[in-house]
């Protein structure tokens, strides 16, 4: 069974910083891509960074420049950094990765339970 946990979520200012941090953990054959997505209150759930395993990353326009993604393979760990917050990055921030478990041979993706991030004015 494949697990992915968050962590780093929580309060801050406008223009602060936060880490978010997804550990997939279980019984993993591979990890392939992996990104974070979001989801403001009242609307759906949007892209805003992925990278695949050789380090090639997307970014959602409204975070690039400001937002960070990045994995350390050995671990089976992504990480956000988010720089300049502003108030419209308020959201429940999910982690998703696609990975090919030990059993079944197929890969599939896989979601975290998502962690909440706040910018306050």
């Known amino acids: 069974q494949v697990q992915l946990v968050e962590s780093g979520g929580g309060l801050v200012q406008a223009g602060g910083s936060l880490r978010l941090s997804c550990a997939a953990s279980?019984?993993?054959?591979?990890?392939?891509?992996m990104g974070w997505y979001r989801q403001p209150p009242g609307n759906e759930r949007e892209l805003v960074a992925v990278?695949?395993?050789?380090?090639?990353?997307n970014y959602a326009d409204s975070v690039k420049g400001r937002f960070t993604i990045s994995r350390d393979n050995a671990k089976n760990t992504v990480f956000l950094q988010m720089n300049s917050l502003k108030p419209e990055d308020t959201a429940v921030y999910f982690c998703?990765?696609?990975?090919?478990?030990?059993?079944?041979?197929?890969?599939?993706?896989?979601w975290g339970q998502g962690t909440q991030v706040t910018v306050s004015l």
């Open positions: 998703n990765a696609n990975i090919r478990p030990t059993f079944p041979n197929y890969s599939q993706y896989y």
């Open positions: 990278i695949t395993n050789g380090g090639t990353t």
């Open positions: 279980g019984s993993i054959f591979r990890v392939n891509a």
